[in-house]
């Protein structure tokens, strides 16, 4: 039996292959790997931002509550309302060249944001690279969907996603050493210039997945219109538990990429290169770790129940919403290191689970564009809100707490978390009715 199963992986795998091409030849291994190097350096030019705060604010004289609007407001408008069009575009033509010019894109107005002469011209730069990294989530998404068979897809998306964590890890590390010895316009452009690079190998090794094969379905309807597909998501109880679980997971967590490092330097007396050498370890290791794994468990024990795509970000948020405090109200520098572990390996275990079951509770045409309306949920609220709120509550506490106000917005950021528990909770009860729904509406469209 196992001799038997391994060759018709075998046959599959060359199926896929073939469907793929490229010179020289590639399996969907080497494709998950460069989609992955395109998620880093969407995340490192996103995120790297957050290392470099310190030194902007110091600079333009910044207040928190116009850091919160740099980091997380001015991006995730754009990146949200672009992300649905240019979804309907990667469900209706080929992906690979969605992918490639949006990245082509946005790492071009991240080496501009090494010139912003102002606070407004690097508000205008991060609005560029919003519009840039819309197009790369749904169609890279979609594109995995169709390399790998659903009960392997989430453990795809959970590497995909560690490239977030690879990301931050080289941000916080390569961004903080330059920043320190050469200042954080060189530390921008050192960040933009490798997804110049990776459009090219990109564009001449990747090709676009064959819709539907691995899900052995016939891809012949139409893309339908963006209104179609959100009406067909809200009529789905799962995807808005799950939509909102992930919007309140990630807005602490958004809060914490982009003020940790200046809550660091001021409340623990940290330097750049320490706070930078630090969240490096923390974001590439821990988070690498547990952003991958999630996705595994998520797929071992989701075979058997479903639902365990949900259990997995629902515990996982509980069990970090316990070490926050620890991090945030310690005096102790190696105490708050130790407890950020849990938190920062915890922190995008939804990431892999959530997106292999939005894609699961549509039909094929309608993946790319779910995963947009998933994406547009999480960061209107989670990095258009997290970063401003967190901000501007740490102004509203600073007469109270001074420099320690930040510490106490923070832990407020961490805690809404909660309300991403009682979502997950709430995902779960409808789930596999809906599931089974989703697959008799993409049989009932291929027939």
């Known amino acids: 039996m196992h001799g038997e199963g391994s060759a018709v992986e075998g046959r599959g795998n060359e199926q896929i292959a ?3 091409g490229g010179v020289p030849p590639i399996n969907r291994t080497y494709v998950l790997v460069i989609l992955t190097l395109v998620y880093v350096v969407n995340y490192l030019d996103r995120q790297i931002l957050g290392i470099l705060l310190p030194q902007i604010q110091q600079e333009f004289t910044l207040t928190d509550t116009q850091l919160g609007l740099l980091s997380g407001t001015a991006f995730a408008l754009v990146y949200a309302t672009l992300g649905i069009p240019l979804a309907v575009l990667a ?12 990245l082509g894109i946005f790492s071009f107005m991240t080496v501009l944001s090494g010139y912003a002469g102002q606070f407004w011209h690097l508000l205008a730069t991060r609005f560029g690279t919003g519009i840039g990294e819309a197009g790369t989530g749904p169609a890279i998404n979609s ?14 998306l959970a590497f995909y996603s560690a490239g977030l964590n690879v990301g931050l ?10 920043a320190e010895h050469y200042g954080w316009r060189h530390a921008f452009l050192a960040a933009g210039l ?24 016939k891809d012949d309807a139409p893309a339908p219109p963006v209104a179609a597909v959100i009406r067909y998501l809200w009529n789905r109880r799962s995807f808005r538990w799950l939509a909102i679980g992930t919007a309140m997971s990630s807005f602490g967590g958004y809060a914490g990429i982009f003020f940790i490092p200046k809550f660091l330097m001021v409340s623990h007396g940290m330097t750049l290169v320490q706070v930078s050498i630090a969240l490096a370890l923390l974001a590439g290791v821990p988070g690498a770790i547990g952003t991958y794994f999630s996705g595994v468990i998520a797929d071992r024990y989701g075979s058997r129940d479903v639902r365990w795509y949900v259990y ?9 919403i316990l070490f926050a405090p620890i991090f945030y109200l310690t005096g102790s520098t190696a105490i ?18 959530a997106f292999a079951m939005t894609q699961a509770l549509v039909p094929l045409r309608m993946r790319a564009q779910a995963i947009a309306i998933l994406l547009f949920v999480l960061n209107i609220i989670g990095l ?22 930040l510490r106490y917005a923070l832990l407020f950021g961490s805690v809404v978390g909660l309300i991403g528990g009682f979502c997950y909770w709430m995902a779960s009860r409808p789930l596999k009715q809906e599931l089974e729904l989703a697959k008799a509406d993409q049989e009932r469209l291929s027939s």
């Open 18 to 20: 073939a469907v793929l």
């Open 91 to 102: 469900d209706r033509i080929n992906r690979r060249n969605v992918v490639a010019a949006s």
């Open 143 to 156: 594109m995995l969907a169709d390399l790998y068979p659903p009960e392997k897809r989430a453990s795809a």
């Open 169 to 178: 890890l080289i941000g916080f590390f390569g961004g903080g050493y330059i």
């Open 194 to 217: 490798p997804g110049l690079f990776l459009v090219l190998v990109l564009m001449t090794t990747v090709r676009e997945p064959q819709r539907g094969l691995v899900d052995k379905m």
């Open 312 to 320: 997995v970000p629902l515990i996982a948020t509980l069990i970090s």
């Open 336 to 353: 708050a290191l130790a407890a950020a572990i849990v938190p920062v390996m915890m922190g995008a275990t939804y990431v892999g689970p």
């Open 384 to 405: 258009g809100l997290g970063p401003l709120t967190v901000g501007y509550v740490s102004e509203i506490l600073k007469p109270a707490f001074g420099a320690d106000s």
